[in-house]
């Protein structure tokens, strides 16, 4: 109960320079008992102990005003108090509205209705939220921040380039970009907050992007391919080397120690409530990495013959992320495989480096070798990597499935210093 109602249960316009906006303040002890208190009441119960407490307030202001008429807003926090309520709230809502609607001291109104005759003007507001009256849960981490970049970027890009799109691609990219700006994604970023589905939650996110790119036919960052999650529950997905490597690249597996010391991309599918629990046959049964001190090396085992899977038009695309712009696609025929570093060329094109000399191999397994200095790479200098597994114009998989595989390109004191026994 408010013993000063007066500043809340009027309208206001807020002034800032020229310009100006229609502002109401919330009682939020009246919107809490929706939100928190009423889901385990019986639906008329509920409703008439809300009207009882609004034509209360309603008394209290007009005595403590003069006589002036109440204006009260009921704001909500979020939408997902419904989910407690008997009948998803329909019960409560019809029995109140039918209330509200006949009681004789109240008179529903719109927002735009009761913005639009203000008692007072605001010289300016305060900004914060209702959280500690700040911005911190939403925009004071750096996860929250990425996320909000990535934000900015497809909304520059929508802007740039949807004019030239078909009506029914800019309205759906629209729509897309719209359910990214909601604010409840930002809320779970950080550390601040968790829940058992943070992951999901941080993908969700990340598609809505890509699809606004994808609707628009624009090239997709390769960031918004990698988890935005800096703590918590992201899994551990890659055992780095622990030796130098020095294999054969002829597509077999020709000895149990040729790939030992490499390090290792765990590609189980995913699971949990977004994939209902299940884990999917996956193309790549296992990715194993290394190098030596000139070159960096692949294999891949892909459930089959590789030799066979890539002459029916399965290809593999090593997507650098550090240094930018580079990919290693692996592709065949019936002819044999096929190598090719590509770079993205300013207008968002990918061109064939004509100076590269990548190795593949591809028999019972898919084996590649390219050279560090064909990606302008010394000792000690870091590179990021994921793997695509593409057919025709379809990405089937991606691996590592959050984040990239990190490294430094080694240097000749590598394995001493990582010598185990």
Do not use: C, Y
């Given at each position: 109960r408010l013993e000063q109602p007066e500043p809340l249960y009027r309208p206001y316009a807020v002034q800032v320079g020229t310009s100006q906006i229609g502002c109401l303040f919330r009682d939020h002890s009246l919107s809490d008992l929706i939100g928190f208190v009423y889901a385990g009441w019986q639906a008329d119960a509920a409703a008439s102990d809300f009207i009882n407490r609004l034509v209360e307030a309603g008394r209290r202001f007009s005595s403590a005003s003069g006589g002036e008429e109440a204006t009260i807003a009921i704001i909500l926090d979020g939408e997902n108090a419904w989910e407690h309520f008997e009948g998803g709230g329909r019960p409560f809502l019809r029995a109140l509205y039918g209330k509200l609607t006949a009681h004789p001291e109240l008179r529903p109104v719109t927002m735009r209705e009761a913005a639009a005759r203000p008692r007072r003007t605001l010289d300016g507001i305060f900004p914060g939220s209702w959280i500690d009256g700040n911005f911190f849960i939403w925009i004071g981490h750096a996860d929250?921040?990425?996320?909000?970049?990535?934000?900015?970027?497809?909304?520059?890009?929508?802007?740039?380039?949807?004019?030239?799109?078909?009506?029914?691609?800019?309205?759906?990219?629209?729509?897309?970009?719209?359910?990214?700006?909601?604010?409840?994604?930002?809320?779970?970023y950080g550390d601040d907050h968790s829940s058992e589905h943070d992951l999901e939650f941080d993908e969700l996110f990340r598609r809505h992007l890509r699809n606004v790119y994808h609707m628009l036919g624009q090239q997709v960052p390769e960031e918004l391919f990698a988890t935005n999650i800096s703590t918590g529950q992201v899994p551990?997905?890659?055992?780095?080397?622990?030796?130098?490597?020095?294999?054969?690249?002829?597509?077999?597996?020709s000895s149990y120690f040729e790939w030992l010391p490499a390090g290792?991309?765990?590609?189980?599918?995913?699971?949990?409530?977004?994939?209902?629990?299940?884990?999917?046959?996956?193309?790549?049964?296992?990715l194993l990495f290394g190098f030596d001190l000139e070159n960096l090396y692949l294999r891949l085992d892909l459930g089959g013959p590789a030799g066979q899977k890539l002459a029916e038009g399965l290809r593999c695309s090593v997507n650098f992320t550090t240094p930018v712009d580079w990919r290693l696609v692996l592709s065949g025929t019936n002819r044999g495989p096929m190598a090719e570093l590509?770079?993205?060329?300013?207008?968002?094109?990918?061109?064939?480096?004509?100076?590269?000399t990548p190795s593949v191999a591809a028999a019972e397994v898919l084996e590649a070798a390219l050279p560090f200095a064909d990606l302008g790479l010394g000792p000690n200098n870091p590179f990021a990597f994921f793997v695509s597994i593409l057919q025709g114009a379809n990405e089937l998989e991606r691996h590592p499935?959050?984040?990239?595989?990190?490294?430094?390109?080694?240097?000749?004191?590598f394995e001493k210093l990582n010598w185990k026994a």
């Open positions: 929250d921040l990425r996320a909000w970049r990535q934000l900015r970027d497809a909304r520059q890009m929508f802007g740039r380039v949807s004019p030239a799109a078909s009506p029914a691609d800019r309205e759906q990219a629209f729509k897309e970009l719209l359910i990214a700006e909601g604010s409840d994604w930002f809320w779970w551990l997905t890659v055992v780095t080397p622990v030796g130098l490597l020095n294999p054969v690249l002829d597509g077999r597996s290792i991309v765990e590609t189980d599918g995913p699971s949990g409530t977004m994939t209902g629990g299940e884990r999917r046959d996956m193309a790549v049964r296992q590509q770079q993205r060329a300013p207008n968002g094109t990918w061109v064939a480096s004509r100076a590269a499935a959050h984040r990239p595989v990190e490294g430094l390109v080694p240097e000749t004191s």
